[in-house]
């Protein structure tokens, strides 16, 4: 599988027309349903590999996309997910500079 | 001759086949795609939605149902205080110049969406509203055109139904027409015969009536032939006799 092709799993004649924020290969318990003692589990049964990861990413972006960006009349919201996501990612890469502009000693 | 067997017959299909292939966008009209296949449980078609909904302009109204099942109404609020006051307290959150720059931002923007928002919105939808109306205008004319079609088929179709009640008319017509000469015809031939034996019951009538005179004349003839002068001499005197009787009475 190279860069561009679609995941080798996903089949047109039994899929049905590409979703990109749609895992093609054998469904597992969603995560929020997944109980606290079954999470190791349910974490071994996960690929690790780069691409399955990127893949995962690719798929959570793509579902964000589908429920906030392209819908006919979305709003605003997506704008504001994207600052206030972008906000507290860069104030942890940030962390470490901001630590210094604390004005009290003790807390 | 390369044109007309690109024209002809399998090729041409093949070619129909393809060009619409490569222009379908929905299954409805790629008759490919319509198999069985379609009915298996991993079979999805991917549909547009609308929009997640949110709250405070950008939370996904997920996460206040996540809390209401453990806390109730109020438990996403109070996680937010509790949580940004124990940030803010041990300074994990620091409020440095930035953060009075958010403050700010917030409040231009929060004013923003309240007063600029909804028309906006309302023109945005416009104009969405227009973009697909401007690609559904020609589908749309293209099904009344069609459905006028249609109408105006019925129509002829009916009108021919017409043209059939027409047709059995004009054949009880010529019926009738071809009856009333085979009366014609019959009469004709009656009145012919009749002439014809008119013509001879009166040529015998004649035949008897001048035969019948001839006879008449011919023993009248005899008759007088066969008298003679005596006879004619004593008929007048007898006369003569029989008028003097009749004069002395």
Redesign the interface.
Known sequence: MAFGDYPALYDPQKHGPYDPARYYGKQDIPLAQVKLGELGAWLGRREKTPSAVAGAFSRAFWRWQHKYVQPKRSGIAPFFQLVVGSSIVFYIFNYGRLTSHRNYKYH | MLSRALISGQNARALMVLGSRATATSASNSSAVQ?A??N?P?????V?????K?RL??IPEEWFQFFYKKTGVTGPYTFAFTLSTYLV???I?????EYYN?LSLAII?IAG?KFI?PKL?AAL?KE?DEFEDSWNKGREFEKEYLAGAIETEKKLQWGMEGQEVLLQAKRENVALQLEADYRQRLFTAYTEVKKRLDFQAEKQNIERRIAQKNLVDWVVAKVRASITPDQEKQNIDKCISDLAGLARA
């Open positions: 198999t296949e379609q298996l991993e079979f999805r078609r991917p547009r939605g609308e929009p997640g949110v302009g950008f307290s041990k300074e959150y620091v409020m440095e110049h958010t923007w969406v928002g919105a939808d969405i």
